[in-house]
Structure formats: structure tokens, C-alpha cells
């Protein structure tokens, strides 16, 4: 019984893409009523199996509520009202359908088969007024009446019939569009339409469109044997058809368009819409094996328009559902196809498919007619939309299509350019296009296409605005690559991004990365600009830096300081921001890092003033002997102490009150202690050249301080100290010493120290054993 679940698990598998394979199985038109009551039972068998595919692949509604789509209650609800469709659902029903209507006998046996002159009641239906029979089944039924006859050695019969029903289609077409003339006006003023199309026949289980293509075509191939391309057909009239200029190839390419535009919801499941994008991309490359002539031009033609203007009827409609199948991949094919016969008509076709309504609104998607939603397990802006990446990477490349298309024609090029900028809602995908775009307008051996260029800077602009206030990863190559595209086009580009950098960038990138290319020397050498706009354009570039150093000073004072420094007003007003900002919106490392700046400059006062400052933000506690700002602080020191000792003396009570740490402290002092202040000082000032004394201000209160701190940590490390740490904590002891005897009296003191160690922590006997050994 397992070997038997086994082999009917992979026999599923096996069909799980194709049901209409089941379906032609028992439409054999010589199958007898046992084999089909056989064929009927078994089919039943085998889809009340739990492990039988579902026709849909959307098994949503089995999975458990992983990202709370929908409530446990509503998933009940759904299994119990929405009945269970497998892979062999389709072919349980086709067992219900027979082959003796007299109709659909005449029309499969005869291509001559015509309306009687005189009609009987009910016949009026069954022929078209040019008197063309007619076959009104459902359509993904009637084309598997066809897959049927073909498979089954029928070929002549399934071409009868696949003509009825491209008649029947027809005539269905032209009623529709008669419809919508009458509702047109109410149409468009309401702005939304239903959609009558309760199934799509893209992505069809039962592939209608496919299977009336190749039985159509497969009669025009050439059967050469000496032909190696398979892909050479030949017009073959339509027999029995009034229209001379009719072929069988004519009518597969007619009925392959109607299909692809027809308007229709996208279906539910991630199997289910990914297998319409694969059936819409299978059908478009056989009708890209068609070579037009003459004869296949005029019919794409006249169904391209007839698509435009059938209203709600068509994907290419003026007005569709919001969740309509767009038309992309579709559209590009129409628009290749067109572009040398029609180019009007082509970009008509074109900008009517960019539209993409479903991201229009964030309007739930109850109004559709499904509301039977499985969970989404795929993270996506909208649930039921799980193909949504690649319908718009789609629109994406029919909208490149139409740029590379239209390079040089201006007029076209900003008609494109709107319809992207409206329909295209992917910053990432724009700036694809910018990039296509840029790309092509500048071929490496000719001379830049500048309306293209236009094009593509126009674009990463909007590129820009979008990604302002979102976050994006690739922002930094985005803002690079702009400014990159606004220097090809030219000076005036360039000024006008630095004129309206605040809707583009943020301060900081407008100060580190787009002033700051602008006014490289590359620049300057690839625009070949004279003295007055070179002027211009750093003029550009200085207001640029200093108004956003005001607006951010912590990330854009430094750049903005480099920026002006050919300028003496700009420099001064950069610094006056700075020290402006330096009591309450920037970083002791901020400052420092500008302070350093400056003496690198050669302002060694205004660096000093800026150190001081930074001091004044920075606490150092006297466990961070590795702090990052410890390198800063011994520098702000050393140019205090180079500067002389007035700065010397304004700096130490600023590192006493924000240092605690001993050895920096002591790193500090020990250093002053070295060299006589000034020394090192500003050019053509007099120095004192004698060495400061420890006794006196200023170092007296640093050493006090710094003697402090040491008897401070000692006792803070004593707390919580274990054995393993005694041998670090004796030298550290040692260097505590040493500092304490920068004093007069610091031999005292510090034996005064050990021995009150001594007595605090006599219970730390090791320990004070250890101390004894080294300070007696």
C-alpha cells in the first residue's frame, strides 16, 4: 500500500504543471462510456488523496499563521467555504462534456461550413453575421476541446474548430467594444472599472492561448528538410474563410494578442502568478519566432488598437482594475514589433502599459472579487502580490526599451520620462534607468547624446528626492554617480545642484561629497572652465558648505572649513559657526579633530581655543587608561605647552576637571616637567626658556591632581582586586611613587600613603606582605 502512495505521489508530480493533460485524455473522441466511468472513478481516487497537488499550487491556507496576514478564524472560515481544486479537478469535469452536439460535428468536419440561408430559432447564435460558425463554450474549455483533437491525431478537425472559436472571440471583442463606447464617458470620469474576466487565459491551467497558437502554426511550418531553423513559417489561407488575405499564421498572432491583452486579476498564490509571468514570457517567444511581413504587421496593427481602445475589456485599456495584470512584458514585445512600422502607435502602446495601479494605493485588495487570501510567506509590500520584484524589474526594462529608443528625439525622450517618473515607484530600479540611460547617451568613441544626458540627470534627481528621507544602501554610489552625470552635462547642472542641494542631499553628503567633487581639480580639468566660472562655481560650493554648517555643524564644520579656505570671509564665518556650536551641538572628538585641523593650518591659537573647548565636553574617569581621547588630550597639552605659559596655565584646570585618570594624568605632568614652556611656540615670540617648577601654578594643582587620583584608584582597585592582579597592582604602586616625589615633601606623603594601606587593608595579608617587600 506505501509503494502504491509512492508511485501515485510521483505520478502527480509528473503532472502537476500540466492538468490539461488529463483533460485530453478523457476528451478522446472516441473514448466509450466505460473507459470514461474508469478514467472518472480513478480521477476521483486519485484527488481525494491528501497528497495530491492543488490545480493552484496555494497552499496558504494550510500553513500555519507565520506572519499574522490574517487571523485563525478567517483561515477556518476560507477551507470550509472554498472548495479544494486539484491537478485532476479539471479532468473530473471534462468528463462531463461530449462530442455529439450536431454543431460542433458540422464544425469540425467541414471548412465550408456556413450559416443556413434560412436560420432556424436559436441558430442566429451560432454564426457570426458574416455567417462564420461560431462555438460559445467557455473558452479554456472550447481550447481544450482543440488540445484534444490535436493529441489525438485530429489535426484538421482541432484547426476547424480553433477558427470558430478565434470567430467567437472576435465577435466577442467588437460587442465588448461597442459596450464600452456607450460607458466610456462614466468610465473615465469614475476613474475604476470591474474587470468581467473571472479567469485569465495566461497562465492558464489549461494553456487556451498556447494550444490555439501551435495547432495554428504548426500548419504554416515549413517542412524542409534542407531548413535548419525551425522557426520558418508560411501564410496558408484559412479555408473555407471569405477573407482572401486571411492565413492560419494571421490568426495564431491575432489570437496570441487578444490573449496577452485581455484584462484579468492576478491570481492568488505565489505558483499560480509566477506560472503567468512564465506563460506570458513562453507566449511572447513564439510570436518573437514570427518574421512580420506585410500581411502579420497589419494585423498587430489592428489588434494593437483595437487593445487601446477596448476599454475595461483590455489590459491596454485607458482605465483598469487597480489589481490587473500588468501588461509590461507584454508591451515590450508590441512595442519591438511596431517601433519600424508604426513608431505612433508603438509608444502609444508603450506608455499605456507603464502603468502599475496596484502600488497607486495602499487600498486593501477585499474589492476583487477574491477574498479568499492565503498568508504570505514572502515579505512584500503587498501580500498578494508575490511576484511584484519581477513585474517591476519587467516595467523597468520596457521603460529602457523605450529611452534607448528614443535617443535624440526629444519630444519622446520627456514623454517617456514623464511616464516613468509617474509609474515607476522603485528608487533602485530609477536609478537603473539613470544609469542605462547615462550610459548610452555617452558611447565611448562619439560625442555625448546631451538630450539623453538630460534624461538620465533628470532621473537621478528624482532618484535623489526619493532616497532623502529613506534609507537606501546604495545612497552614497547614488549620490557619487549624479554628481558624476550633472559634471558630464555640463556647468550649469553642477550650479544648479549645489544652488538646490537641500532637496537632494543631506548636509553632509552635500559638504564631503558633493562640493567637495565639484570643486576637485578633475573636475575643474574635465569642464575646461575659465577663471570666472571656476569663481562661480566655487562661490557655489563655499555658500553650499556654510549653509550647511549651520544647518549640522557636528558633521559638516570641518568640510566646510576646507572648502572656504581660499576665502577669507568664507574661512572666518566657518570658524565663527564652529565656536558657535562648540558649547552645545558637537562632540569633544568633533572638536578636537577641528582643532587639530587648525594647527595644521597654521592657527595654532584658534587650534588652542577649540582644544579648550573640547576639554570642557570630555570626562575621562580614572579606570579609562585606554580612552580613544587620551592621544587628543596629550596633544591639546603639548600645544598649550608650545604656545607658552599663559595657555598652559588656561588648559590645566580644564584637564584636572575632566581627566581622572592617574596615568594620564602623570603622563601629562611628567611631559611639562621636560621642556620650559613656549619653546616650541609661535614664530618671533619671547620664550622664558627656564624649566616650571611642580610648586607652583600651574603644575602644582596638576600634580596635586594627579597624586590624588592615584590614591583614589588605589583604593577603588583594592575593592574588588584578586591575587592574580597583585603583581600589575605593585607596579602600579611604583609609578604612583614616582609621581609623588615630584613633590617637596612627596617621600612623606607617600609613605604616609603605604601605610594607611597597611592599616585599611591589613586583612589582605599577601598582599600587604607584597607591599612591604617593595616600599618597606
Same mark, same amino acid.
Given at each position: ?14 503532472? #502537476? ?77 471534462? /468528463? ?77 471583442? %467588437? ?23 473571472? *479567469? ?65 486579476? $492576478?491570481? !492568488? ?19 518573437? *519566432? ?22 475595461? #475589456? ?39 502599459? $507603464? ?65 516613468? %517618473? ?8 530609477? #536609478? ?33 528626492? $526619493? +532616497?532623502?528621507?529613506? &534609507? ?21 547642472? &553642477?550650479?544648479?545642484? &549645489?544652488?538646490?542641494?537641500? +532637496? ?45 554648517? $549651520?544647518?549640522?555643524?557636528?558633521? /559638516? ?6 572648502? /572656504? ?5 568664507? #574661512? !572666518? ?16 572628538? %568633533? ?56 595657555? &598652559? ?128
Amino acid at each position: 500500500k506505501r509503494a502504491d502512495s509512492l508511485n501515485f505521489f510521483f505520478l502527480f508530480l509528473i503532472f #502537476f504543471e500540466n492538468c490539461a493533460l488529463w483533460v485530453c485524455v478523457v476528451l478522446n473522441p472516441h473514448c466509450k462510456s466505460e473507459e470514461k466511468s474508469g478514467w472518472l472513478k480513478q480521477l476521483k481516487k486519485w484527488g481525494d488523496m491528501d497528497i495530491c497537488p492543488l490545480e493552484d499550487g496555494n497552499y496558504g491556507s494550510e500553513l500555519p499563521n507565520i506572519t499574522n496576514a490574517l487571523p485563525q478564524s478567517n483561515l477556518a472560515q476560507d477551507s470550509l467555504s472554498r472548495p479544494r481544486r486539484t491537478v485532476f479537478s479539471r479532468a473530473v469535469e471534462a /468528463c462531463d462534456l461530449h462530442w455529439q452536439d450536431s454543431h460542433l460535428q458540422r464544425i469540425i468536419s467541414s471548412d465550408y461550413y456556413m450559416s443556413p440561408s434560412y436560420q432556424r430559432e436559436g441558430e442566429s447564435l451560432l454564426f457570426s453575421p458574416q455567417g462564420l460558425p461560431l462555438w460559445l463554450d467557455h473558452v479554456p474549455t472550447a481550447c481544450a476541446r482543440v488540445d484534444a483533437l490535436r493529441s489525438h491525431g485530429y489535426s484538421r478537425e482541432a484547426l476547424r474548430l480553433a477558427v470558430a472559436i478565434i470567430n467567437t472571440l472576435r465577435l466577442q471583442q %467588437q460587442r465588448q467594444m461597442d459596450i464600452y463606447k456607450h460607458q466610456k464617458k462614466e468610465l473615465l470620469q469614475r476613474g475604476v472599472t470591474s474587470t468581467t474576466n473571472l *479567469e485569465g487565459w495566461v497562465g492558464h491551467p489549461l494553456d487556451p492561448i498556447g494550444c490555439l497558437f501551435i495547432t495554428l502554426t504548426e500548419t504554416c511550418r515549413v517542412d524542409d528538410d534542407n531548413t535548419m531553423d525551425t522557426g520558418v513559417y508560411h501564410h496558408v489561407p484559412v479555408w473555407g474563410s471569405p477573407d482572401a488575405g486571411e492565413s492560419y499564421l494571421t490568426l495564431a498572432l491575432e489570437v496570441a494578442l487578444m490573449g496577452m491583452g485581455q484584462q484579468r486579476i $492576478m491570481p !492568488e498564490g505565489l505558483y499560480a502568478q509566477d506560472k503567468v509571468c512564465r506563460n506570458e514570457e513562453q507566449i511572447v517567444a513564439k510570436l518573437q *519566432e514570427l518574421e512580420l511581413d506585410d500581411l502579420l504587421v497589419q494585423t498587430l496593427r489592428k489588434q494593437a488598437i483595437q487593445l487601446l481602445e477596448a476599454g475595461p #475589456f483590455s489590459g491596454l485599456g485607458e482605465v483598469i482594475h487597480r489589481e490587473s495584470v500588468p501588461m509590461h512584458t507584454f508591451a515590450k514585445y508590441l512595442f519591438s514589433a511596431l517601433l519600424p512600422h508604426d513608431a505612433d502607435l508603438a509608444y502609444k502602446v508603450a506608455l499605456r502599459a $507603464m502603468r502599475l495601479p496596484v502600488l497607486e494605493s495602499s487600498a486593501g485588495s477585499g474589492d476583487v472579487g477574491h477574498p479568499h487570501h492565503g498568508i504570505s510567506i514572502v515579505p512584500s509590500r503587498y501580500p498578494r502580490w508575490f511576484t511584484l520584484g519581477h513585474l517591476e524589474s519587467q516595467q523597468c526594462e520596457l521603460a529602457s526599451t523605450m529611452l534607448t529608443a528614443a535617443k535624440g528625439d526629444m519630444l519622446r525622450l520627456r514623454t517617456v520620462l514623464e511616464a516613468i %517618473q509617474k509609474n515607476i515607484h522603485s528608487s533602485s530600479l530609477i #536609478f537603473k534607468l539613470a544609469q542605462d540611460a547615462f550610459k548610452i547617451a555617452t558611447p565611448a568613441e562619439s560625442p555625448p547624446d546631451i538630450t539623453l544626458l538630460n534624461v538620465a540627470l533628470e532621473l537621478g534627481l528624482q532618484v535623489m528626492r $526619493m +532616497t532623502l528621507s529613506t &534609507l537606501n544602501w546604495r545612497r552614497r554610489e547614488m549620490v557619487r554617480w549624479l554628481v558624476t552625470c550633472a559634471t558630464e552635462v555640463g556647468l550649469r547642472a &553642477l550650479v544648479s545642484i &549645489l544652488q538646490s542641494w537641500y +532637496t537632494l542631499f543631506t548636509p553632509t553628503e552635500a559638504t564631503s561629497i558633493v562640493a567637495a567633487t565639484v570643486m576637485s581639480h578633475n573636475t575643474i580639468l574635465r569642464l575646461s572652465l575659465d577663471y570666472p566660472q571656476r569663481e562661480e562655481l566655487a562661490s557655489c560650493a563655499r555658500t553650499l558648505a556654510l549653509q550647511c554648517a $549651520m544647518k549640522d555643524p557636528q558633521n /559638516c564644520a570641518l568640510s566646510a572649513l576646507t572648502l /572656504c579656505e581660499k576665502d577669507h570671509i568664507a #574661512f !572666518e564665518t566657518a570658524y565663527q559657526i564652529v565656536i558657535d556650536a562648540a558649547s552645545t551641538g558637537m562632540t569633544y572628538s %568633533q572638536l578636537f579633530t577641528i582643532a587639530r585641523y587648525m594647527e595644521h593650518r597654521g592657527y595654532p591659537l584658534r587650534s588652542f581655543k577649540l582644544a579648550s573647548l573640547a576639554m570642557t565636553h570630555l570626562n575621562l574617569a580614572y579606570n579609562q587608561d585606554t580612552h580613544p581621547a587620551i592621544n587628543d588630550v596629550l596633544w591639546a597639552c603639548a600645544l598649550s605647552h608650545s604656545l607658552g605659559k599663559n595657555e &598652559l596655565a588656561a588648559i590645566i584646570p580644564l584637564v584636572v576637571k575632566s581627566v581622572h585618570c592617574a596615568t594620564v594624568l602623570s603622563d601629562i605632568l611628567r611631559r611639562c616637567t621636560m621642556t620650559a614652556p613656549g619653546l616650541a611656540g609661535i614664530p618671533g615670540r619671547r620664550n622664558s626658556g627656564k624649566l616650571m617648577s611642580t610648586d607652583k601654578a600651574p603644575l602644582r594643582q596638576l600634580l596635586d591632581a594627579t597624586i590624588s587620583a592615584y590614591i583614589n584608584t588605589t583604593h577603588s582597585r583594592l575593592t574588588h582586586i584578586s591575587p592574580r592582579h597583585y603583581g600589575e597592582f605593585i607596579e602600579f604602586l611604583s609609578k604612583a611613587r614616582e609621581t609623588f616625589l615630584l613633590a617637596q615633601d612627596g617621600h612623606i606623603q607617600f609613605a604616609q600613603f603605604i601605610d594607611n594601606l597597611k592599616q585599611i587593608y591589613k586583612g589582605k595579608k599577601k598582599l600587604m606582605m607584597l607591599v612591604r617587600e617593595r616600599f618597606g
